[in-house]
């Protein structure tokens, strides 16, 4: 079984033979291009068990050679893909699930069979393989410009992709190379396999909307490991939403990108007494300019939220339907700038930068005569120090006073949305059932304090229309004296890691 790295980066149809012929004079004399069509037949059983279980299953016939290959998903870093796959030539185009050669795998594709039947043809990709092997230092790579479509039933696809698999040497001669395309040609970093596109021809838009959840660790896992774990978390929840987006900006998924953002900004402030300040500066850096791009789409979609939740509680005015239209002819606006962004050298640079971060563990050369020992020191004691110091600063504040104003509590939200992703990165250390019931009584409250924004927005909207509703500020008032209540059962309850 091997391991396969290789960057996707999507291009446009007439950068191809420009790519081509950069990639020729780049690396002159060292091979030749191999011309190939590549025709791929998916594999899933009915209700697309396979999917569900991350494992992919097709047979690609390459000339008269037929290979299966079933992948598992592995860890996307960008559009990087790092993950287990078992290959097997075939006499003919029948599938012959006895033929994998990886026992785990074959378990989980007999558990998929009996649980929902046999696997039959799902989609099919055919596409016009043009590849070179080049030599990049010590590191051979494989660059491949794929051009051709997808098709499930009448749904079909296109496919304009450049490919870069390591197969021998250093991934980092991977992201330089990588880099170098995207300055020189605006491309586009692309986490979507063609069979997750695939995919989303056949399958109906699910409802789900997937959220940040316990990041899984374990107690005797380094400090390092799990800064890793979380940072691996973090970027997928963003790079799920960015896909997301690329194909319908939606209010659901612009918030869940800002959840994204949040969760790894103070992924960076909870770590930073372990990673020198110097090694995260250009990356957080970057994220500040991807937040400045983002800021515009994220205010109209909280406005429109903000609308939307007060028509639940009652809060629906005539007069404000055209401020209404208004807000959400800038939310397609804000969008469609943004997506254009996305397709920016500028965003794909920085992208490309955190990945190969991650990836090759660059904040270990910010550290000095085999410094960083704090990193390699199990996470537990450190996880404790962080839930009881944010423990203390959350009752310093919220018994700081008898009464508490919409303003405190506005005030102190930032914190308390940083206390909930402590919580979310350490949380698996310790016993679930304790913890989720202790953590739904600060999310109930910072939910609450979340209602103060709402009504606000919403009286501010009114004031444009000379109207005022008495009820914003009677429901304000109820707020406040919900608020005493949950802040204080949530203080008198014993935390789940004493």
Known sequence: MSIEIEIKLSATPDKISDIKQWVSDRFSGEGDWQEKQLANTYFDTENHKLREMEIGLRIRRDGDKFIQSVKSAGRVVGGLFQRNESEVELPTNELDLQAVDEPYLMILLEEAEEEDGPVQPAFNTDFLRRQIFVKEGESQIEIALDVGSIRCKDHKLDICEVELELKEGEPSALFSLCQELIEKFDLVLDSASKAERGYSLCQRPSPYLRQLRVVELTA???????FETIAHTGLGHWQHYIKQIKREVTIDHVL?????LMFMQHMYSVFAPMIP??????????????TKNFSKLLKVAQEINWLNNGKLYGFTYEELSDFEKGLRKAFQREGNQFTEYLKSSSY???LLHFSRWLYLKEWRNAFKNGGGQRLKKEIFPFAIRQLQHQLFDIKRHLTGKEELTENDYLAYLPRMYRTLDIGLFFGSLFENKKRKAYRQRWVDLVASIELFKQLEFIRRALKTEDRVDERLERTEKDILDALFTMRTRALEENPYWN
């Open 220 to 226: 005797k896992s380094s400090a390092e490991a799990a």
């Open 277 to 290: 300040r110097h090694a995260l500066s250009s990356l957080r850096s970057d994220w500040r300019e991807i």
């Open 256 to 260: 869940q990108l800002n959840r994204a």
């Open 348 to 350: 794909n640079l920085k």
